[in-house]
């Protein structure tokens, strides 16, 4: 069983940044692939990014490539969510989320451990 509690959410202006950070405990997450989701008021839960059980696989929704860096440090079982260059469009609730394999995947039910989620809200 892992627990994952995300931290770092809050309210930013358009062009700053955010560091997401998502703390696992109780269970094998050093060799599960992990990632990060984001669900808007009213959409469906959207896939932001992933990597593999190592970090040497990662990969990325179109909408963030190039703003968003994903990683991780299995000595503290700890994954993060870098966000560059924030747009108002990328508000939502943003999800950590763990596979019990080590490859990645894009979609929700690929994965089966989630955190509560934290609040990104960014202004114009």
């Known amino acids: 069983q892992v627990q994952l509690v995300e931290s770092g959410g809050g309210l930013v202006q358009a062009g700053g940044s955010l560091r997401l950070s998502c703390a696992a405990s109780?269970?094998?997450?050093?060799?599960?692939?992990m990632g990060w989701f984001r669900q808007a008021p009213g959409k469906e839960r959207e896939f932001v990014s992933t990597?593999?059980?190592?970090?040497?696989?990662?990969y990325y929704a179109d909408s963030v490539k190039g703003r968003f860096i994903i990683s991780r440090d299995n000595a503290k079982k700890m994954g993060y969510l870098q966000m560059n260059s924030l747009k108002p469009e990328d508000t939502a609730v943003y999800y950590c989320?763990?596979?019990?394999?080590?490859?990645?995947?894009?979609?929700?039910?690929?994965?089966?451990?989630w955190g509560q989620g934290t609040q990104v809200t960014v202004s114009s």
């Open positions: 989320a763990v596979r019990v394999v080590p490859t990645i995947a894009t979609t929700p039910n690929a994965y089966y451990y």
């Open positions: 109780g269970g094998t997450f050093t060799t599960y692939a």
């Open positions: 990597i593999n059980w190592n970090g040497g696989t990662t």
